[in-house]
């Protein structure tokens, strides 16, 4: 072995004697570097604010604690659906450093343009959940972890045929961003459920029908939701009404403005039906101002999510499967406080 002899050598960290092997000092030296490595695991919803990807966020840093190597950072566009700035916040992250991204899509060829593929030349792997890429893109991501998202809007669908009477099988369905492929996929999934085909407006099918000036689209936005919902829910003969996310029940005037038409949703003259079981859903869910939510377990999909990038980042392992789809579950006033968990 070979050995340096130095008189003395001072180090920061360690003070070095004489007749130490030349690979002893250089572990030794090496030791803070090791001890201050770290994965950093990029996470970007479709807005930041929103207690659903916060929750998809949490879980993420609940897989962390059981990795000190690992660190979640967590961004998104600050109060609606924005692809633009979607973008720009996964090219500030590439810039900063991350080892991987977890993304929940807001449009698939936007941001394959606008960041994707910069993310692939780097060689940093990608992790969608929530909202997947377009079959197109897939290569551009490793696997999708989140929601059938088809299945789900069957399954709201489905809520609706059991709550809307014979006289009434007009509806108005409700999304965010019209080219966000989980949405897109959920309205399919209603009109499937329904009509049993996914692909054209209702129009007459097994006697279901859209109101004319369906589908709304919010982008998102909490106020232009509410408003949406209470526009419709005063009309004389109010279409029922879907929301393929929880848009509108994000809201924390919500409840408040729909007071005033609880009387509708008892006699079930008006029938909500909302994806997701966030809190403040549930709230509104227990005092009768929302017929049935249908929710997803976001805080698994960060989790998973990161939990798989992790064995990527630091194990070169690449998922199994293309597709890791969780489930789904229902919520109405009687269950209201235990379906579900939020984190």
């Not at 090791?34 to 994965?39: M, V």
């Not at 810039?95 to 698939?108: E, N, T």
């Not at 994000?250 to 409840?255: A, Q, R, V």
Request: proline content about 4%.
């Amino acid at each position: 072995m070979f050995f340096i002899k130095p008189k003395f050598i001072y180090s920061p960290c360690f003070i070095y004697k004489p007749k130490i092997s030349f690979s002893l000092f250089f572990v030794l030296l090496c030791l803070p570097f090791f001890a201050n490595a770290q994965f950093v695991i990029g996470i970007v919803g479709k807005t930041k604010n929103d207690s659903f990807y916060i929750q998809a966020y949490k879980g993420c840093t609940e897989f962390a604690k059981s990795q000190p190597d690992v660190t979640c950072k967590y961004d998104g566009p600050d109060d609606y659906q924005d692809i633009r700035t979607q973008a720009l916040i996964i090219n500030d992250m590439i810039k900063s450093g991350i080892d991987g991204l977890l993304v929940s899509i807001s449009d698939s060829d936007y941001l394959v343009e606008r960041a994707l593929k910069d993310l692939f030349e780097k060689n940093i792997p990608v992790i969608t959940f929530d909202s997947d890429l377009l079959a197109k893109d897939h290569q551009y991501r490793l696997a999708y972890v989140g929601t059938d998202n088809f299945d789900f809007g069957v399954a709201l669908g489905n809520q609706l045929k059991n709550l809307v009477s014979e006289e009434n099988k007009r509806i108005c369905i409700q999304s965010g961003h019209p080219t966000a492929p989980n949405l897109n996929k959920r309205i399919a999934g209603v009109r499937f459920a329904l009509s049993g085909q996914s692909s054209q407006r209702l129009s007459g099918e097994n006697g279901w029908s859209e109101y004319n000036r369906c589908p709304l689209y919010s982008l998102g936005k909490r106020g232009a939701s509410l408003e949406q919902v209470k526009s419709l829910t005063k009309m004389d003969r109010p279409p029922a009404f879907v929301a393929v996310a929880g848009f509108a029940q994000f809201n924390t005037e919500y409840i408040n403005v729909m007071t005033p038409y609880k009387h509708k949703l008892d006699s079930k003259e008006l029938v909500i039906v909302s994806a997701d079981t966030e809190k403040i859903q549930l709230d509104a869910l227990s005092k009768g101002l929302s017929s049935s939510n249908v929710g997803q377990n976001p805080y698994e999909m960060g989790r998973l999510s990161a939990q798989l990038m992790y064995d990527v980042i630091k194990h070169n392992i690449k998922p199994a499967e293309a597709f890791y789809f969780l489930d789904f579950h229902y919520c109405q006033q009687s269950n209201a406080q235990t379906c579900t968990v939020n984190y």
